[in-house]
């Protein structure tokens, strides 16, 4: 079978006295769709936050491809394949949607002397552009191209984000809560999106997310996370009747 | 933000370049003066600009940079009779890698603690230029003797009129390709966020750091600029007065833009001369002065007068919020 | 170097670290309740210096009302410049903007303000030096000498910290101030008026600005350019303390004047002007939290 695709391996991550991750372990398929479920405080966010090497875990691995990613620092984790979208959308705010995009494409840019004339240059940021256009155009944000990220509104910043992730062409997608603040409509093109994704451009997605209406209906395998630890792994069927999952929500229950 | 830079937009340097030449020769040589002065602070303005407003770093240690290139393009011609078309590059390089050494430490440290450790730096280059006097002059100041460029020699506002230039419109067409380049870019993100800008594959540490040295590089060419505008180089000229100064121009003209920049250096250039003539007693206003208008600025127009006004002219040009979405 | 010449220094070193401590205590005041440095607190420290001399020269008042007066007149200064300023600042942000910044420049704007007004009246044209506040011959505490006003100097910056201590941890309001600089949005939430209680952070930390202005301007003569070197002993005070810690601060302008003294008989006196700067810069390479700043929370994503 060879290696696993993502894999975390006793995950534990400590901060002050909180022990806010205690050997949490998961397997990403290739080509799936994985969401990452619990109950506010249960540490998703943090797992995010490891995986883009902004925390240092106490204990524990991470293994993207077979290989270990925790000996890389922040920004090199875009170029190994993993793209990341923010809960609270991100933005670069002054600057316009396309320069946003054209941000997210950076490790497919190539360098050169910023401030030389060049033929090389030119053709450099002649491709760039057009590549960022025809993601805009595929988008429906092509209109917007010149506004700047701030003016937006909430769900076309939304979009943008995930634009931007996805103009690196990551392996794999992580997204922390896509569908917060989303009307239902936008939810169903959401899902639309994320099947399109993994069909037509392989593309891996992982996701943390409350709204369950999204979560049952796309993901092929869900891991529920309560106060650091895992408490249950399996189809949405089988997490959807899972006592503990059900205990830990507090009876609360999930919007279906 | 990208693409490449247009014989349009190079244009208007171009005629520049060639005034620069051609002014002179019916300009009376005070306003000549007032030129090679000018066109001093924008360099000046801009490399503050670079680091400031596009990357976002509130660092205060511009003006050591400036002390820097000045004293050495003056006194590699002192004191080695180096012209100032090798002076300079040396200089603007010396001062770059003093940037990026500071940068290294520096750009670790948290927002409020950058500004202040680079403010300790800048001081603390003052206190050595006014004490090390055998080589500075000390706060007697240092006698700044003609220099020689490319044969002919520069020795009044006529002949430094057109060296200022061409150095002015060199670094302006620099900073062009500068703002367009993948580089500019990654200074943007970074000042607009740091952690998303990091997972965009974007190395924000080396990035600042870079930031620094091109900062500081532009502050050294505009250092050995003086060295042509002026004939008396002294420590005050390097100190916290004119760092306040040119961080006013920024602000008042538009941080984050090049057109902002030249405007906050037309008018605060202008601005002594300006209350020179209308007010006897213009020393003592000063301070007065420039701290009003620091203060009504950021209160008022925090985009500065380009922002401003960019802003009224943006706003015809937003698409139909009804457009459909995905 | 002998040890008389050592003691001297370090008891001249806590007096003039006093001042540095009380000085700091406003910087990192302000600091801690809105996150602004107030670039213009040595210019405060000046106008205090002014203040009291004034108040001294041409209303003849008692010293102790100097000092009242002083603080008075710079709470009501500061404060007026925090509403008018800087909550216009706050008001006119648009999304995106980054406020500190500006009102950092706002700051280093007023301290110009503040140094070009001082200097339009004629008064201040002379260097000057407010009368001590106790005549009367030396002291002698063993082998060091101290004058009267030194010891002023000392029990009135202890007492002022004594009283803030007391203010800050026993009463009501100083306990909400406290609260309002931990966590605005908490506060917020619970019905404090954040923008209220910065306020009073504001006039608060000006009025002990101008109190050490009186204390010190019976010391060393004053110009309307001596807030700059003020102000930079107290950043080093503040950084070496750890910036967002009132007592660390506290020690951290007594060690301050220490090592300056120090400094000027071990090395040389001309250095004494360059050791802010090289303590700062050292501090912040190597240990930028300072003595008791804690450690920087993690930002959470």
Redesign the interface.
């Known amino acids: 079978m060879g290696k696993p695709f993502f894999e975390i391996t006793n995950l534990s991550i400590r901060?002050g006295g909180l022990l806010a991750l205690d050997n949490f372990s998961m397997t990403l398929d290739s080509g799936a769709i994985h969401a990452l479920i619990g109950p506010n405080g249960a540490g998703k966010?943090t797992v995010?936050?490891c995986i883009?090497r902004?925390?240092d875990p106490s204990m524990g691995d991470i293994f993207f491809e077979g290989k270990s990613i925790l000996a890389h620092?922040?920004?090199?984790?875009?170029?190994l394949g993993i793209?990341?979208t923010?809960?609270n959308i991100?933005?670069?705010?002054?600057?316009?949607v396309?320069?946003n995009v054209?941000?997210?494409m950076?490790?497919k840019?190539p360098?050169?002397l910023?401030?030389?004339?060049g033929l090389r240059?030119?053709s450099?940021?002649?491709h760039?552009?057009e590549r960022a256009e025809a993601l805009l155009e595929r988008?429906?944000?092509a209109?917007?191209r010149?506004?700047?990220a701030?003016?937006l509104?909430f769900?076309?910043q939304k979009?943008l984000d995930v634009i931007?992730a996805l103009a690196?062409e990551p392996k794999l997608l992580v997204m922390d809560e896509p569908a917060a603040g989303l009307r239902n409509r936008?939810i169903a093109?959401?899902d639309k999106?994320l099947v399109d994704l993994v069909k037509s451009e392989g593309v891996t997605i992982l996701l943390v997310e409350h709204v369950m209406q999204l979560v049952m209906s796309v993901a092929d395998k869900i891991t529920v996370l309560n106060q650091g630890v895992k408490i249950a792994e399996g189809s949405p069927a089988q997490v959807k009747t899972d006592p503990a999952v059900i205990q830990a929500y507090l009876g609360k229950g999930a919007h279906a | 933000m990208y693409g490449s830079v247009s014989l349009r937009q190079l244009f208007p340097l171009l005629a520049l370049l060639l005034g620069g030449f051609f002014i002179p020769m019916f300009t009376n040589e005070y306003y000549l003066y007032l030129g090679n002065v000018l066109m001093m602070y924008a360099v000046l303005a801009i490399g503050l600009d670079i680091l400031m407003g596009w990357a976002g770093q509130f660092a205060f240690a511009h003006t050591a940079f400036f002390g820097l290139g000045c004293y050495t393009t003056a006194l590699l011609n002192i004191k080695f009779g180096i012209p100032f078309i090798v002076g300079m590059p040396i200089a603007a390089l010396l001062a770059g890698a003093v940037g990026v050494l500071v940068a290294i430490p520096a750009t670790r440290m948290r927002d409020i603690y950058l500004a202040l450790a680079t403010f300790a730096f800048a001081e603390g280059m003052f206190w050595v230029f006014n004490t090390w006097e055998p080589v500075t002059g000390g706060s007697t100041g240092l006698r700044i003797i003609s220099s020689n460029v490319l044969g002919f020699k520069v020795s009044n506002d006529v002949t430094a009129f057109p060296v200022s230039m061409s150095l002015m419109c060199l670094m302006i067409a620099a900073a062009m390709y500068l703002s367009k380049s993948r580089l500019g870019r990654e200074m943007s993100a970074i000042r607009d966020s740091e952690h998303v800008a990091m997972s965009c594959g974007i190395d924000v540490r080396r990035t600042k750091v870079i930031a620094f040295g091109i900062s500081a590089i532009y502050a050294g060419v505009a250092g050995a600029m003086f060295t042509l505008a002026q004939s008396f180089a002294s420590p005050e000229q390097f100190g916290f007065n004119t760092a306040i100064l040119v961080l006013t121009m920024i602000v008042v003209g538009g941080m984050g833009t090049l057109p902002g920049v030249m405007i906050g250096v037309l008018i605060l250039s202008m601005l002594p001369e300006v209350l020179r003539t209308t007010m006897r007693s213009f020393q003592i206003w000063q301070e007065l002065v420039y701290g009003l208008i620091l203060i009504l600025s950021i209160m008022f127009m925090p985009r500065g007068i380009w922002g401003s006004i960019s802003g009224h002219l943006k706003k015809r040009e937003l698409p139909s919020k009804n457009a459909k979405s995905i | 170097m002998s040890s008389m010449a050592l003691y001297q220094s370090i008891a001249s070193g806590i007096v003039s670290g006093c001042v540095y401590a009380l000085v700091a205590l406003s910087v990192v005041l302000i600091f801690k309740a809105s996150d602004v440095v107030n670039f213009a607190g040595g210019e405060f420290v000046m106008l205090g210096a002014y203040a009291g001399l004034g108040a001294l020269t041409f209303l003849e008042v008692p010293y102790g009302l100097a000092y009242v007066i002083a603080a008075l007149a710079l709470f009501f200064i500061g404060a007026t410049f925090n509403k008018v300023v800087l909550d216009s600042v706050l008001k006119r942000a648009k999304h995106g903007q980054r406020t500190l910044v500006a009102m950092v420049i706002a700051t280093l704007g007023l301290s110009y303000v503040i140094k070009g007004g001082v200097r339009l009246f004629s008064f201040t044209e002379e260097v000057r030096r407010l009368p001590s506040a106790f005549s009367g011959p030396p002291i002698f505490i063993g082998p060091v000498v101290l004058q009267w006003q030194d010891i002023a100097i000392v029990s009135i910056s202890l007492a002022l910290m004594l009283a803030l201590y007391i203010f800050f941890q026993k009463t009501l309001t100083g306990k909400v101030l406290r609260a309002t600089s931990q966590n605005p949005r908490a506060a917020a939430l619970i019905g404090i008026p954040v923008q209220l209680m910065q306020l009073y952070s504001w006039g608060l930390a000006c009025a002990i600005a101008g109190v050490s202005g009186v204390l010190i301007g019976a010391k060393l003569p004053i110009s309307p350019d001596f807030g700059g070197p003020i102000m930079l002993l107290a950043f080093a005070a503040a950084i070496i303390g750890g910036f967002t810690s009132l007592p660390g601060v506290v020690i951290g302008g007594i060690l301050l004047g220490i090592i300056q003294n120090l400094v000027g008989i071990t090395i040389s006196s001309t250095a004494i002007a360059v050791t802010p700067f090289v303590v700062i810069m050292l501090v912040l390479v190597f240990r930028p939290q300072g003595l008791l700043g804690g450690r920087h929370r993690i930002k959470k994503v």
């Open positions: 901060f966010s995010f936050n883009s902004f925390y620092p922040p920004h090199a984790i875009s170029t793209a990341r923010f809960q991100e933005l670069f705010a002054s600057m316009t396309l320069e054209l941000v997210g950076m490790p840019v360098r050169y910023g401030f030389v004339p240059r030119n450099i940021e002649h760039a552009v988008s429906g944000l209109d917007f010149n506004i700047p701030a003016e509104d769900g076309r979009t931007r690196s936008e093109a959401l999106l």
